[in-house]
């Protein structure tokens, strides 16, 4: 809208000047005054990931059958011998109803054990025993949950006690960055590839049976592994070791009552450089992670506990 408004000058008393000025009605560039983004912030990646508020994990494997929480790398594969078809939909569907937005699936836990048809390893499904071992977890865990419309992903462990190039750089160039790659590529729409902090100590290491220590900010090859993941899957969030969200230093479910989206740990870091957000989690049975007999599950006051 145009206003035209006459406006008269009495500069001297003889004299009485006319001007004409248009007024343009225009809305300001930013009504609200909102400040610009500095640094750190978040990457659109982080900003989707922590829209998922609320996921869970299905830790299923060869410690399932072993009874243990970490393997040694050992395992013959037969022992891997599921007694009926695993079903990762019944997951996807029951974690949906508690009100979760997606899960992630554990592919492949420290004993390196795969559960998926990799060309990196001998140490995987195709090897198992059983009649159902065949069932390719991450395909179906992938399928199942684009099909009910929930989030997903993988957990990878970086540290692998049966291989025999863990600790040389062949491990990262051969085993470990073509494993991501060959998962990534269940689901260019996946939102987190989940890798734990344990890395390195004893293990079977292809007979050696040694101890094999490892920097792991340094020895992955970080930059490398997030480039090649993100090509394939551009939301998908390096966890832990991959340095784009943190694990929030327990396994209690909670953290600090301030908790910065910089830094590490608990508290994190008000002046941490660059985006680094923590992430809680919390074994919903009164054992370990995986699966052991005679374990009992959790009261619901004791895992939602009330903090008003």
């Known amino acids: 809208m145009k206003i035209k408004v006459l406006l008269a000058s009495m500069l001297l008393p003889a004299v009485v000047s006319a001007q004409t ?24 990646r982080q900003v989707k990931w922590n829209e998922t508020e609320f996921y869970a994990f299905f ?18 594969e037969s022992k891997y011998a599921p007694l009926g078809k695993p079903n990762p939909e019944q997951w996807v569907t029951s974690v949906k109803a508690a009100g979760m937005k ?21 140490h995987n499904l195709t090897n198992g025993g059983g009649q159902y071992h065949n069932v390719n977890i991450a395909e179906e865990f992938a399928k199942a949950s684009k099909k009910h419309e929930m989030k997903y992903g993988f957990y990878v462990s970086p540290w692998d006690r049966n291989s025999a190039y863990y600790g040389t750089d062949d491990y990262v160039t051969k085993v470990f960055i073509p494993q991501c790659e060959e998962l990534a590529a269940y689901g260019s729409d996946q939102f987190e590839m989940w890798f734990d902090g344990a890395n390195g100590g004893d293990g079977y290491y292809g007979g050696a049976r040694t101890t094999r220590s490892v920097d792991a900010s340094i020895y992955y090859d970080i930059p490398n592994l997030r480039a090649k ?14 340095d784009e969200a943190r694990w929030i230093g327990n396994e209690q479910g909670y ?5 910065w989206a910089m830094g590490n740990s608990e508290t994190g870091d008000i002046n941490g450089w660059y985006w680094h957000p923590g992430e809680s989690d919390a074994k919903a049975t009164n054992s370990g992670w995986f699966w052991h007999s005679g374990e009992g599950i959790k009261s619901a006051s004791r895992l939602f506990p009330d903090v008003s």
């Not at 830790?59 to 013959?76: I, L, V």
């Not at 054990?113 to 990799?118: A, D, E, G, K, S």
């Not at 993941?229 to 991959?242: K, L, N």
């Open 102 to 122: 997606g899960g992630i699936a554990v592919v492949k836990h420290h004993d390196g054990f795969c559960l998926w048809p990799t060309a990196t390893t001998t």
């Open 255 to 259: 953290s600090a009552n301030t908790c």
């Open 229 to 242: 993941v993100h090509r394939i899957a551009p939301d998908c969030v390096m966890w832990g070791v991959g």
């Open 21 to 44: 000025f248009t007024l343009e009605n225009e809305a300001p560039a930013n009504p609200e005054n909102e400040p610009l983004p500095c640094h750190p912030v978040p990457s659109d």
């Open 59 to 76: 830790h299923y494997g060869m410690n399932t059958f072993t009874n243990m929480e970490w393997g040694y790398g050992d395992e013959d």
